[in-house]
């Protein structure tokens, strides 16, 4: 297991707000940290040492990320997987291209779920329209179909009731190949962050619960509020998938909770996750501090979780309502991104409270008014 030490760069492809936390978390320890992204002063940008501003599979600007780093790692998973592969064969990437490939791809990814033996929901692949007729025959109503590549926060998915509505889902075709998959009446989403090193040592963070808005992540509660065979069940995937795909690095693992206590595995994100943010404050060891530890080649920290927590992101419209509150709140840990323009729905922040008492704090929370549903 190679190592590599405080002094040495690491790079990061993405500067986003998660490149910004595994870089301010490497920082700490002295590291330096190159960012390849195509904005100039991007949120990892405004704390990196070197700035390549260039596409994301820009090939030059990908060698030359090579060049000035010891190790690479990436933010995001759709990045260009041909040239994460290259970089791979001139410079240090542990976690591989690989996950990449898989994680970009739903249909792979169910398939690698399958394979290390841990559950999904029922569906079928359709490479065309055509196809989704018949795998909904097979699959049933209600169903989701979801686009193979490229879909996040709810995008390229449309949720079908009957026949009628199958017209819905043609557009989605229109890019890429699709899945129907069966509606999960589900009782909870959860989340697992699973990281792992190339000496296969890995350990889960305590698994959140997630409640989306809109399709997106709105909060993390800490530990999640499901019985303990639900955890460890939930963890058991976790490192049976974590071990399967020979993880180096982090692996959010998503899940839905059904009312009898089984899980299904939703999807996996080969990165930080915005349900592991919590753990910056309430854990002994951040989600971003353990993936440098995983792809510097250290041994990793067994976690520890100092007091439940809550988790909210701020979105676009949630800024400037926060920001003329915050001083009154000494209990939240704030986080602003650095990202210029509060577009709406747009992440640009999160703050983590710490309390003895979830209940209480989720209702302070509504109480604020500032996250209005
Ligand atoms: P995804 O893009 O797959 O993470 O889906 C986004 C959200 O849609 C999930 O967090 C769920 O809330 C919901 N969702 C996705 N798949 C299903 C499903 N099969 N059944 C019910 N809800 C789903």
């Known amino acids: 297991m190679k190592t590599i030490l405080p002094g ?12 910004r936390m595994m870089g301010l978390a490497a920082k700490e320890a002295g590291f330096k940290i190159a960012v390849l992204d195509p904005t100039m002063d991007s949120p990892c940008g405004q704390i990196a040492d070197i700035q390549i501003v260039a ?6 600007a990908l060698e030359e990320l090579g060049e000035v ?29 690989n996950l990449v ?54 995008k390229g998915q449309v949720k079908l009731d009957s026949l009628n509505q199958l017209q819905e ?39 959140a619960e ?3 808005q809109h399709h997106i992540l709105h909060e993390s509660i800490v530990p999640a509020r499901v019985s303990s065979n ?21 692996l959010a693992v998503e899940m839905f909770v059904l009312e009898n206590d089984d899980i299904l595995i939703n999807e996996l994100a080969p990165r930080p996750h915005n349900s592991g943010h919590y753990s910056i404050e309430a854990c002994n060891v951040s989600q971003f501090h353990q993936h440098i530890r995983a792809i510097c080649g250290w041994p990793l920290r067994k976690p520890k979780l100092w007091a439940p927590s809550i988790m909210v992101n701020v979105l676009g419209e949630h ?36 309390t003895d008492d979830i209940d209480n704090t989720l209702q302070e929370i509504i109480a604020t008014g500032i996250w209005a549903e």
């Not at 399958?114 to 079928?124: D, F, H, K």
């Open 8 to 19: 040495q760069t690491i790079g990061i492809i993405g500067g986003g707000q998660l490149g």
């Open 55 to 60: 596409p994301y599979n820009d090939e030059a």
């Open 69 to 97: 780093s010891d190790v690479i790692t990436y933010e995001f998973e759709n990045i260009d997987y041909e040239g994460l592969k290259r970089l791979s064969e001139i410079a240090h990437v542990p976690q591989g291209a």
């Open 101 to 154: 490939r898989i994680t970009q791809n739903r249909i792979a990814e169910k398939a690698e779920i399958q394979q290390a033996g841990a559950p999904v929901a029922p569906y079928i692949a359709a490479q065309s329209f055509d196809e989704l007729k018949s795998a909904i025959d097979t699959i049933g109503f209600p169903c989701i179909v979801k686009t193979a590549f490229g879909g996040y926060d709810g």
């Open 169 to 207: 889902a043609e557009s989605l075709f229109a890019h890429s190949a699709c899945i129907a998959e069966a509606f999960v009446p589900f009782v909870k989403e959860i989340s697992v962050i699973i990281q792992r090193n190339a000496a296969g040592e890995s350990y889960c963070l305590p698994v």
């Open 210 to 212: 997630n409640i989306h």
């Open 230 to 250: 639900v955890i460890e069940q939930a963890e058991a995937a976790a490192r049976k998938i974590a071990d399967h795909l020979q993880l180096v690095g982090t």
């Open 319 to 354: 800024v400037t309502p926060l920001i003329r509150v915050v001083k009154e709140y000494p209990d939240w840990s704030v986080h602003l991104y650095g990202k210029t323009e509060a577009k709406e729905k747009r992440k640009m922040g999160h703050i983590t409270i710490m």
